[in-house]
């Protein structure tokens, strides 16, 4: 069975025509791009060049100028749209975690749990439990976020993205602020998720990750999708001279 | 040194004067119990509604905050309850320093807690709103508790502030601690029972100002 007969060709989101600008900056220059389910989709760019962006517009943490975004069949960019339950499909994982400081492990878990999804407590921490034992932390459940490592910090992020039950997670650089002995860690757990069929959309410079991991590959550079393609291709045999120039130094700098 | 404690310590005086001043206490008391919530409670609405950062609110929310902060307390307190009645509003005493402290005191904790919420980082805002709580749901459970604590030792301060300006309250009749004190010394000519009185805030207040040393103390270190 081949990768493209293995995943099923409905999208789980989808952006179409997507501009955004900050004053005169086009960050957003027209982006389409469709993640299929079980998908990893690995986004790879220059500093500036919009990833962040495009990835804080799929949950319309930033809004878009125009375009759409569409989320498991519905575009959440129509007005009316109950962006917060629509963003229960969406986890998201920071680069520096933001977690919160004034909550325990299970607490930052749970909370959107109990507010947003309404369950009672009880409920809420069996799943923050399992979702805390996915990313290998059971034992640091009480634990506060200053009494974590970088790694367990963000593993946690991670539990906390995974215990709303999403169809997607969006990665944010979750590597980039970790010390580099705990950046192993991390991936290794986003390795995990990626066995486990979930659908993930990443931005990082952890090419080995992408080239062991990523289904798919995408450059950016200046708002645009410069070249796109599986995970050789892209670093063996790119098509674009400037993807070709950033994949190598890129490559150099992580020696 | 007979003298001394005879005119401003005169326990036979302080005897017979205490019930009196009890029950100014318990107005005391009672004030504080009305306007500290009522100033959190206020400071609070103007910390929110700031951090809704709609351009021309916020232009008359500074208004707002910087007039009530600038105007004399008890000439507010004189204005809201014999001046309201010439437009009709008919005021209690309570109602009317509930109205001053109100629009006094909820500018400066407005202040000190918009100072807090802008100390809690946006990824917090960033992280909460992505996994699906509203905005009053995150600025409740996530920066709020976190703001607070940043600003803790202003609120007590600030606190401590709003206990002695209750004091003001006797000019709408209202006879708390000083008021009682005062009307007893012109009863037995001896300013004993302003002593006590002093002594009675004192009491109450000291407690508060080391919580408060503690907290700022903590705050230094925590940097």
């Not at chain 1, 400081?101 to 069996?126: F, I, S, W, Y």
């Not at chain 1, 289904?215 to 950016?220: G, L």
Request: hydrophobic share 50%.
């Amino acid at each position: 069975m081949t990768v493209a007969e293995a995943i099923p060709p409905v999208p789980i989101l989808e952006l179409a025509g997507l501009h955004k600008s900050f004053g005169s900056l086009k960050v957003l220059d027209g982006i389409d791009l469709a993640v299929r389910p079980r998908e990893l989709v690995f986004v790879i760019g220059p500093s500036g060049s919009g990833k962040s962006t495009l990835l804080r517009c799929c949950n319309r943490l930033e809004e878009p100028d125009s375009g759409a975004v569409i989320v498991d069949g519905a575009d959440i960019m129509r007005p009316g749209t109950d962006l917060n339950a629509v963003r229960q499909k969406i986890g998201m994982v920071f680069q520096s975690f933001n977690l919160y400081p004034h909550m325990t492990a299970l607490g930052n878990v749970t909370l959107a749990l109990c507010k947003v999804q309404g369950l009672d407590r009880e409920a809420a921490e069996l799943r923050g439990r399992a979702a805390l034992a996915q990313v290998g932390l059971s034992d640091k459940e009480a634990s506060y976020p200053n009494a974590l490592s970088g790694g367990q910090q963000q593993r946690v992020g991670i539990a906390r993205a995974l215990a709303l039950g999403p169809k997607i997670v969006l990665f944010d650089e979750p590597t980039s602020a970790l010390d580099p002995e705990l950046v192993g860690s991390v991936l290794a757990v986003m390795r995990e998720l990626k066995a486990a069929g979930m659908t993930m959309v990443v931005v990082s410079h952890e090419l080995a990750f992408a080239r062991a991991a990523a289904d798919r590959v995408v450059f950016m550079e200046g708002g645009r999708i410069v070249e796109q393609g599986p995970p050789a291709a892209i670093f063996g045999n790119p098509r674009e001279a400037r993807t070709q120039a950033f994949v190598s130094r890129l490559s150099q700098g992580h020696g | 040194m007979a003298e001394i404690l005879d005119t401003f310590f005169n326990i036979e005086i302080l005897l017979r004067v205490l019930p009196f001043m009890l029950e100014g206490l318990g107005m005391t008391l009672l004030l504080c119990a009305i306007t500290i919530p009522i100033g959190l409670a206020g400071g609070l609405a103007v910390a929110w509604v700031w951090s809704l950062k709609k351009r021309y609110v916020n232009w008359a929310l500074v208004v707002y905050v910087d007039f009530f902060r600038a105007f004399p307390p008890l000439v507010l307190l004189i204005f809201v309850y014999f001046g309201l009645p010439f437009v009709g509003l008919d005021l209690s005493p309570f109602a009317a320093v509930a109205i001053a402290f109100l629009l006094n005191a909820s500018s400066y904790y407005g202040e000190i807690f918009r100072a807090g919420i802008e100390s809690v980082p946006h990824g917090q805002w960033e992280a909460a709103r992505a996994s699906g709580l509203s905005r009053f749901q995150t600025m409740l459970y996530v920066v709020l508790p976190q703001a607070t604590r940043n600003v803790l030792p202003d609120l007590i301060g600030n606190t401590l502030e709003v206990v002695k300006l209750t004091t003001i309250a006797s000019v709408v009749a209202l006879g708390e601690l000083l008021h009682a004190a005062r009307l007893a010394q012109s009863l037995v000519y001896n300013p004993t029972p302003i002593v006590a009185a002093a002594l009675i805030y004192l009491a109450f207040l000291w407690p508060a100002v080391r919580l408060l040393r503690h907290f700022e103390h903590r705050h230094l270190v925590a940097r």
